[in-house]
């Protein structure tokens, strides 16, 4: 059982982390940035509203999103935890989350916040590449595909996604500053906020993890 929170800046490595978090503790990874992503691929209505925030850098609007969330949560897989990535994002989707748990009679297990110096980001976002198949993401830099252009896992081809373009990149660290920092101290208050170095080796970031939650 784990009830878990991934937080952090664009490209601090949640998506990463998450591959590996649910892999261990069998739990469904719930990404709004995925669920947002697959309804703009499949052009749904969802995915038509999402879209012009994501270009733009900019959030999608609250009530949306925690409508979205919450009833994801509802789904039977979720009864024995979930890790949530990239939401809460804002503090009045910390408040909505906290208002359903507390409705549903759970409570957060850990805050995960990963941090990672801006320059780093710029670069490391640059150089990522993702999967169109399974989703696998990699850096061409720091986790290069076995083959240019190619999934290790499934031999799917590899994507730059759109939001990595270096404008838009400024523009979700901005909106990361202004909306989503303040959660840091939200959990913080909490007591259930724990730190982790995002800048090490993935392998070494996901030991610190284990070894937290224990
Ligand atoms: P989302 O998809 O959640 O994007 P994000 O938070 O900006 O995070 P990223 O996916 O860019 O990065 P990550 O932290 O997962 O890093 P990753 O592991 O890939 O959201 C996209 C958009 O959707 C938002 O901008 C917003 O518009 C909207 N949205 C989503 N949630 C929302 C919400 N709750 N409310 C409103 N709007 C919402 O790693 C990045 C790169 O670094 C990769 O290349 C990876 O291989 C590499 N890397 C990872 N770890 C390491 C390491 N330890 N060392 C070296 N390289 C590493």
């Known amino acids: 059982m784990l009830r878990a929170v991934l937080l952090g800046p664009p490209g601090a490595g949640k998506g990463t982390q998450a591959v590996k978090l649910v892999d ?14 697959k309804n703009i691929s499949e052009g749904t209505e969802l995915g038509v509203k999402a879209k012009s925030y994501i270009d733009a850098g900019k959030l999608v ?15 039977d897989d979720c009864a024995n935890g979930f890790l949530l990535d990239g939401f809460p994002r804002t503090i009045f989707q910390a408040d909505k989350l906290d208002q359903f748990l507390k409705e ?13 110096p801006s320059e780093q980001i710029i670069s490391r976002l640059s150089g ?3 999967c169109r198949s399974c989703g696998a993401s990699y850096n061409i830099v720091t986790i290069p595909p076995k083959k240019e252009g190619v999934c ?4 799917g081809e590899l994507y730059q996604r ?31 906020l724990a ?5 090490k080796d993935a392998e070494a ?8 939650i224990g």
Do not use: W
């Open 152 to 155: 290790d896992r499934c031999g």
């Open 104 to 116: 549903n009679g759970m409570k957060l297990d850990i805050v995960i916040n990963l941090s990672v």
């Open 162 to 192: 759109k939001d990595d373009a270096p404008e838009t990149v400024a523009s979700r660290l901005k909106t990361y500053d202004e909306q989503t920092a303040p959660l840091v101290d939200y959990y913080k208050n909490t007591g259930v």
């Open 24 to 37: 261990k503790y069998q739990v469904p990874h719930i990404s709004t940035g995925d669920i947002f992503r």
């Open 205 to 212: 970031i996901f030991g610190d993890i284990v070894q937290t």
């Open 61 to 75: 609007p609250d009530e949306l999103t925690c409508e979205i969330v919450t009833s994801r949560l509802l789904e």
């Open 128 to 130: 990522r590449r993702i």
């Open 195 to 199: 730190d982790f170095d995002g800048t």
